[in-house]
Nanobody
């Protein structure tokens, strides 16, 4: 079982940027796709972005496309979410997610939550206007 620890959340203003990090341990990080989800108060958890095990394939929710960028550093066992031009509707708890199967592209997690085998504890992002 992989352990995931997010960091980097906080309180920012509309239009600001923030970078989230997720440190993974417990298995060979570079063999697995990774993803980010978020959950706003009173709403269901939703897919934000994913990155393939090799890093060459990324996928984004329409609501963040063009503003958010997912990346990974396999030497640091860390996945990042760079968030630019933040909006008030981006306010949520952001969760790092890892699939159970290796060598996948990762975007399947957007459609099938059962593919996610591990979740981080979440980090709060609040965008104030």
């Amino acid at each position: 079982q992989v352990q995931l620890v997010e960091s980097g959340g906080g309180l920012v203003q509309v239009g600001d940027s923030l970078r989230l990090s997720c440190a993974a341990s417990g298995r060979t990080f570079s063999n697995y796709a990774m993803g980010w989800f978020r959950q706003a108060p009173g709403k269901e958890r939703e897919f934000v972005a994913s990155i393939s095990w090799g890093g060459g394939e990324t996928s984004y929710a329409d609501s963040v496309k063009g503003r958010f960028t997912i990346s990974r550093n396999n030497s640091k066992n860390t996945v990042y979410l760079q968030m630019n031009s933040l909006k008030s509707e981006d306010t949520a708890v952001y969760y790092c997610a890892a699939p159970g199967r290796p060598f996948t592209l990762g975007q399947g997690m957007a459609y099938n939550r059962d593919l996610v085998s591990s979740w981080g504890q979440g980090t709060q992002v609040t965008v104030s206007s």
